[in-house]
């Protein structure tokens, strides 16, 4: 890259005059400048361009003028608009208004990492302005804390649009914010601002950028592309969307939906407000189910379909806050790939803070593992059960269950557990009632899950194909649910001669703990409004004892 040696008593395009740098970083650098012609203060930002532009900067000096202005008219007050960019002295200038805040790079090296709240408040304001760009199909594609400015009283600005491609370099201002894709020099789209937007929240709570700038773009690239992820441990509650969106398969980050409720969750501090608020999901197409109880439920299979139900849980909270799968969530959703399980299903996955360390294999849900040996029933850790305080109101024909496994869930009159299977650290339960062919399984294990869309679709899914008549709906979501990382996935398969459609879900706990749920009913009951509402039922009730 070039670098541009500019005296301050040059002007640039021969009426901007250089006062003071505001801001730095690795191939960008922010001068507060005045506009002689019409003597007033502005923004003018330094990029460095590639050694042969190749003409390049020529072509894109329109291009980022109108791009920031689309922009900033769909968020007013929110974007900076580009009201002047010209190529010289080696560098692409861009002049905007002079931004009355200071760049949050600049907050956080200063005061430090900043609350959960104020983090969860400050990356909403990034996602509406993401939400308006990816609605117009505009990707910012060099989003980092130096192109966010925040006001006094808290409000952002974001600037940058229109620089993504601009010249040959792969990134141009902050490589350490770059995604996976931008560090191979791969296309990008909407899935790489929200890669750049967990990178932001992850340095606003932890005080630190996921993957540290190594002095050589190239070097700093290629750590992002190969390097795993520094768990997050200021997080707290926030570390399942960072983790979400920081997930190297562009694919399977979270989805717009679903940041935005996991950021409004920490906001309302009470994860039932949230839920509340959002309307009820859209059933059809939304709930991948486990295997009908029967001979596919043997031993091993009983193990494996605790890990299986803690995603199917996790997947559940997508559901309720974003959609089941088939449900429209926008433009952004199909163009990260992420929401369809929120990146393969309609929901979207955050890591859990208390995920099990790298390298910790889970057992799918269906996943055959075998135990290493019978164990009592008093052999297996589980929680207690105990009412939860904010449990939301029963439709008619319901009731509160609260389970010794440790979990209360609203069932339909009449319901009670068939079955009850318990291995070495795992314990599966089956509901349902005498002559109804439908079932809920609830699975709890305190075997480590790191990555619940990685066990659906590397464990789950390898064995669910081993069943006759298998076939996936829609992709494997990630999501949230009550706050935790989950991913939903939805399937049919042919059990003894009987075509069964399922929904899974599974959710991670504190430990490595998880809970999965599986929703099951034949296939031809699967749109009945009585099964709709069983579902919606078991995702708004479930509650794991220890909350």
């Known amino acids: 890259m070039g670098r541009a040696h500019v005296s301050t008593h040059e002007l640039v395009a021969g009426r901007y005059r250089l006062l003071e740098v505001v801001h730095r970083e690795t191939n960008r650098m922010c001068w507060y400048a005045e506009d002689t012609q019409d003597a007033r203060p502005c923004l003018v930002t330094q990029i460095g361009l590639p050694d042969d532009p190749d003409g390049t900067a020529g072509r894109v000096t329109s291009r980022l003028v109108h791009t920031s202005e689309t922009v900033a008219r769909l968020c007013p007050g929110r974007v900076a608009t580009v009201v002047d960019a010209v190529e010289e002295y080696g560098s692409l200038w861009t002049v905007t208004e002079w931004i009355d805040g200071v760049p949050l790079g600049d907050i956080l090296a200063e005061r430090g990492p900043f609350d959960h709240v104020r983090t969860a408040r400050t990356g909403l304001q990034i996602l509406e302005v993401l939400q308006a760009a990816h609605g117009e199909g505009i990707t910012h594609g060099e989003l980092s ?11 952002i600005v974001v600037t940058g649009f ?15 914010y770059a995604s996976p894709e931008q560090a191979r020099d791969e296309r990008i789209g909407p899935a790489a601002d929200l890669w750049a937007l967990g990178a932001i929240l992850y340095t606003m709570v932890e005080g630190r950028p996921p993957f540290r700038d190594r002095g050589r773009p190239e070097a700093t690239l290629k750590g992002v592309d190969r390097l795993p992820l520094r768990t997050p441990v200021r997080a707290g509650p926030l570390a399942q969307v960072v983790q979400g969106l920081l997930r190297k398969d562009s694919r399977e980050r979270l989805t717009r939906p679903v940041v935005r409720e996991a950021l409004t969750r920490v906001l309302t501090e009470d994860p039932d407000v949230a839920l509340q608020a959002a309307p009820g999901p859209r059933l059809r197409g939304a709930y991948a189910a486990a295997f009908h109880m029967g001979r596919a439920w043997s031993r091993r299979t009983m193990v494996a379909g605790t890990t299986l139900a803690v995603v199917t849980v996790a997947v559940g909270v997508l559901a309720a806050t974003q959609g089941l799968p088939g449900t429209d969530t926008g433009a952004d959703d199909s163009a990260t790939g992420a929401q369809q399980l929120p990146s393969a299903p309609a929901s979207g996955i955050q890591p859990s803070p208390s995920a099990s360390a790298p390298g910790t294999r889970t057992p799918s849900p269906s996943a055959s593992v075998s135990p290493p040996g019978d164990r009592t029933e008093e052999s297996t850790p589980r929680p207690t059960a105990t ?3 904010s449990a939301p109101a029963l439709p008619p024909g319901y009731r509160s269950h609260h389970s010794p496994e440790g979990f209360s869930v609203a069932l339909p009159e009449g319901w009670k557990p068939l079955q009850t299977r318990r291995a070495e650290d795992a314990t599966r339960v089956i509901f349902g009632a005498d002559g109804d062919h439908r ?3 609830v699975t709890y294990s305190e075997r480590g899950v790191e990555d619940p ?3 659906w679709r590397d464990e789950v899914e390898p064995n669910l194909k081993q069943a006759g008549g298998y076939r996936r709906i829609g992709e494997i ?9 989950a991913a939903d996935m939805e399937w049919v398969a042919t059990i003894d001669g009987v075509q069964l459609r399922t929904f899974g879900r599974g959710f991670l706990l504190e430990g490595g703990r998880s809970f999965s749920l599986r929703w099951t009913t034949p296939a031809d009951d699967w749109e009945d409004a009585e099964n709709e509402e069983a579902l919606k039922t078991f995702l708004r009730t479930f509650r794991p004892a220890s909350d």
Not at 162 to 176: D, F, H, Q
Not at 477 to 485: F, K, L, S, V
């Open 162 to 176: 229109g620089l993504a491609g601009a010249t040959l370099a792969p990134r141009l201002a902050a490589p350490s």
């Open 145 to 155: 804390p130096g192109q966010v400015f925040v006001r006094e009283e808290g409000s």
């Open 387 to 389: 009412p939860s305080p």
């Open 439 to 441: 079932t809920l399984t």
């Open 453 to 455: 869309v990685a066990v």
């Open 477 to 485: 979501r990630a999501t949230t649910y009550q706050g935790r990382e």
